[in-house]
């Protein structure tokens, strides 16, 4: 049974410890703007939501790269990054509806979330629990993704353009 980090954002503390072992564990470098788990804030509102690849069932990224450099893997469910495939061109970063997916520049790479390769790192630090690892269940996980969705547009409004 395939496995997905989980987020209850009300658990999140805004510690962003998710984004420094992140950055730590995938780059060697203790810089959460290298991470693949990102921490969206609304301090005024105390609402903080770490924003990482959902592994969407019908991944809009997929379908914008010119180049087919992301797909899914059949035996995990994940959807993945040929990194040697990919071009830069930045179109996956526009298409994820969840901002899943970041362009580094001083890197020239698109970060996506790959879960650990199953031991994802960002869940064993978050110590207050806000990330889980747990079995998928297809209803809980569109459920999931459209509180994330409906939070993080809520907290979008707020700061404006």
């Known amino acids: 049974m395939n496995r997905r980090i989980v987020l209850d954002h009300t658990l999140c503390?805004?510690?962003?410890?998710?984004?420094?072992?992140?950055?730590?564990?995938?780059?060697?470098?203790?810089?959460?703007?290298?991470?693949?788990?990102q921490v969206?804030?609304?301090?005024?509102?105390?609402?903080?939501?770490?924003?990482?690849?959902?592994?969407?069932?019908?991944?809009?990224?997929?379908?914008?790269c010119p180049v087919e450099a992301i797909s899914r893997d059949e035996a995990s469910g994940l959807v993945v990054l040929n990194e040697k495939?990919?071009?830069?061109?930045?179109?996956?970063?526009?298409a994820c509806p969840y901002g899943g997916a970041t362009w580094h520049a001083q890197n020239e790479?698109?970060?996506?979330?790959?879960?650990?390769?199953?031991?994802p790192e960002c869940v064993k630090f978050c110590f207050s629990q806000a990330l889980t690892f747990q079995a998928c269940v297809p209803e809980y996980e569109k459920q999931a993704r459209a509180a994330s969705a409906e939070m993080l547009t809520k907290m979008l409004e707020t700061v404006g353009p």
């Open 85 to 94: 495939e990919c071009i830069g061109c930045e179109e996956c970063v526009s």
């Open 109 to 119: 790479k698109v970060l996506r979330c790959d879960q650990c390769d199953g031991d």
């Open 13 to 37: 503390t805004n510690c962003r410890l998710c984004s420094v072992v992140c950055s730590v564990k995938k780059e060697r470098v203790s810089d959460p703007s290298q991470a693949r788990v």
């Open 40 to 64: 969206v804030a609304d301090e005024m509102a105390g609402v903080f939501l770490p924003v990482f690849c959902r592994h969407c069932e019908d991944p809009p990224c997929a379908e914008v």
